[in-house]
């Protein structure tokens, strides 16, 4: 199963989809954003994801925040101020479209509402993503369908029917590539509440190539998701986790999402085909590291060799231990002096 998401192939035995979560860590500040997008790129990301919102649209001005975004953002007393502070026009952006393809980067954006999937859509972005929270949203849903590009759905708080009902809305619209990202929407998630190997469910169950949208502290968990098989791997990302704002706190500072990347990678080289077989760096040390039969005392040619005439030892150069039945009883073809690795024109 693989996707094209723009000139990248996604999905089986491809390189995991990196997404850089920009989010609102931009504050509302464009000279931030564009520092976001070079971090991204810097750190190996393949893409840098914003999120693009009218905030009217979005939430009620009397809508509460969560409790961590109260935690991580006190300034403001509700979801409509917090919002607000934090909105982008789409004349910003299409600056930022415009620099991360200078910059040699995927730009995305997650649309919030209506209006703004009209903003994404004349963006021309490789791809929608679906937050987890419009997963029940079906109207929201037939709207992302309808700009016909890949769809990239994370699936937090949902259970599996109601993604079903949501894959169902998109493929009935015309989405006919989809990527399912298995979350776990708490900021930070701990790690017992991650449950990755919902991950390989959600790929057997639907169908389609399936990834994981990271919340948890760390690099760790999301390392292990992809050896598990993400495609696709989101993580926030941040200039520093001591600027105000609600999803700095949970995001990784430049250097942690580098490492992550590298790490990613390194899993890749190490995943291999699933083909049992010696490799090529372990041949000289399989003749080091096995055993062969070896005279333990001088053989006269003729002899009949007896069990107590020979012995396993180091290098694994000779005949191998498993046919030391084979050997016993056979006769010396030659003198064979003691110590001596035995090979199969020794004995007949």
């Given at each position: 199963m693989?996707i094209?998401i723009?000139?990248?192939?996604?999905?089986?035995d491809?390189?995991?989809f990196?997404?850089?979560?920009a989010?609102?860590?931009?504050?509302?500040?464009?000279?931030?954003?564009?520092k976001?997008i070079?971090?991204?790129r810097?750190?190996g990301?393949d893409?840098?994801k914003?999120q693009?919102f009218?905030t009217?649209?979005?939430?009620t001005k009397?809508?509460?925040?969560a409790?961590?975004?109260?935690?991580?953002?006190?300034d403001?007393?509700s979801?409509?101020e917090m919002?607000k502070?934090?909105?982008?026009?789409?004349?910003d952006?299409?600056q930022?479209?415009r620099?991360?393809k200078?910059?040699?980067?995927?730009?995305l954006?997650?649309?919030?509402?209506?209006?703004?999937?009209?903003i994404?859509?004349?963006l021309?972005v490789?791809?929608?993503?679906?937050?987890s929270g419009?997963?029940?949203?079906?109207?929201?849903?037939k709207?992302?369908a309808?700009?016909h590009?890949?769809v990239i759905?994370?699936?937090?708080m949902a259970t599996l029917?109601?993604?079903?009902d949501?894959?169902?809305?998109?493929k009935e619209?015309?989405?006919?590539?989809?990527?399912l990202?298995?979350c776990?929407t708490s900021?930070?998630?701990?790690?017992?509440s991650?449950?990755?190997?919902?991950?390989?469910?959600?790929?057997k169950?639907?169908?389609?190539?399936?990834?994981?949208?990271?919340?948890?502290?760390g690099?760790?968990?999301?390392?292990?998701?992809?050896a598990?098989?993400?495609?696709?791997l989101?993580?926030?990302?941040?200039?520093?986790?001591?600027?105000?704002?609600p999803d700095?706190?949970a995001?990784?500072e430049?250097?942690e999402?580098?490492?992550?990347?590298a790490?990613?990678?390194?899993?890749?080289d190490?995943?291999g085909t699933?083909e049992?077989?010696p490799?090529?760096?372990?041949?000289?040390n399989?003749?080091?590291a096995?055993?062969?039969i070896?005279?333990s005392?001088?053989?006269?040619?003729g002899t009949?060799?007896g069990?107590?005439m020979v012995?396993i030892?180091r290098?694994g150069?000779?005949?191998?231990?498993?046919?030391?039945?084979?050997v016993?009883?056979k006769?010396?073809r030659?003198a064979?002096?003691?110590?001596?690795?035995?090979?199969w024109?020794?004995?007949?």
């Open positions: 693989q094209s723009g000139q990248r192939l996604v999905g089986d491809q390189p995991a990196i997404i850089a979560e989010g609102v860590n931009h504050n509302g500040d464009m000279v931030l954003a564009k976001l070079d971090a991204a810097e750190a990301a893409a840098i914003f693009t009218v009217e649209n979005l939430v009397q809508a509460g925040k409790t961590y975004q109260k935690r991580n953002d006190p403001t007393t979801q409509y919002l502070r934090l909105e982008l026009s789409e004349h952006f299409q930022l479209f620099y991360a200078r910059k040699g980067i995927f730009f954006s997650t649309a919030f509402d209506s209006e703004s999937i009209g994404v859509g004349r021309n490789p791809a929608c993503k679906v937050p419009e997963i029940t949203n079906l109207p929201y849903l709207e992302v309808l700009l590009k890949p759905m994370s699936t937090g029917g109601e993604i079903h949501a894959v169902s809305c998109l619209n015309g989405s006919t590539e989809i990527i990202l298995h776990t900021y930070p998630a701990p790690a017992v991650v449950n990755l190997r919902a991950i390989e469910t959600l790929r169950e639907f169908g389609v190539p399936a990834g994981y949208s990271d919340h948890t502290e690099i760790a968990v999301p390392v292990a998701a992809r598990l098989g993400a495609c696709v989101e993580k926030h990302l941040t200039l520093d986790r001591n600027l105000p704002g700095h706190k995001s990784l430049p250097e999402f580098t490492a992550m990347v790490a990613v990678r390194v899993v890749e190490a995943l699933g049992k077989q490799q090529d760096c372990e041949l000289d399989r003749q080091i096995r055993k062969s070896v005279a005392a001088d053989i006269p040619a009949r060799i069990a107590a012995a030892k290098p150069t000779g005949i191998e231990p498993r046919y030391f039945e084979q016993v009883g006769r010396a030659c064979i002096k003691k110590e001596s690795v035995l090979s024109d020794m004995i007949e």
